[in-house]
């Protein structure tokens, strides 16, 4: 007699963790030299479009799992001054919180190798820098499947006054067939490392 297991099945992958997996395996394979080479570009190409934006807040990330690593832009940022934020996840479902930092102060992980600044004290951005596991040519992200990035966009806070946001990645990151979620929001450009990709509005039918 066949007895029926007490372990829930796993539950099967969508093309979206397909996609991820396969984007961050990917990544994460670059050798070396590459990389610092693709890091350059998108942070020389980040201070471009920087420099037609009033300096503000910042909002950067830290980088995990093959992300492009921007830290070779900070002190020509600060010099010319910008202010920078780390996110915090505050909860399952809220947007991101941001807490002001720069090079060299205290941090503490919070998990899965994000880290946060220490003290935390609160900062709204001015401009939002995204890393994307995936984009497409509308400037729509696939993030990790957590939808925080999304909320922060979508929430009334954000909404209320002007924010940018920018989103970072390599070009082999790029999906041409990505279905959007109702929830997804898109950004305003991509950055890779050898492009500056606009979001552009739907064509008319």
Known sequence: ????SSIPRASPLTPRDLERRRLVGWRESIDAQTRRMADQAISERLETVLS???PGV??????I???PDLSGSLDRLARIGWRFALPQVVGRNQPLAFGGWQPGQPMHEVGYGLMVPKPF????????VVPCVGFDRRCFRLGYGA??????LGDAAFA????TAIGVAYDGCEITRFA???HDRPLDCVLTETRLVEARPPAAT
């Open 160 to 163: 209320a006054r002007p924010v």
């Open 121 to 128: 004290e609160a900062v709204m951005p001015n401009v939002l």
């Open 180 to 182: 959007t979620q109702a």
């Open 52 to 54: 037609s934006l009033s």
């Open 147 to 152: 939808g925080f990035y999304d909320r922060t």
């Open 65 to 67: 799992r093959g992300e």
């Open 1 to 4: 007699m066949k007895t029926q």
């Open 58 to 63: 910042l909002a950067l990330y830290w980088p």
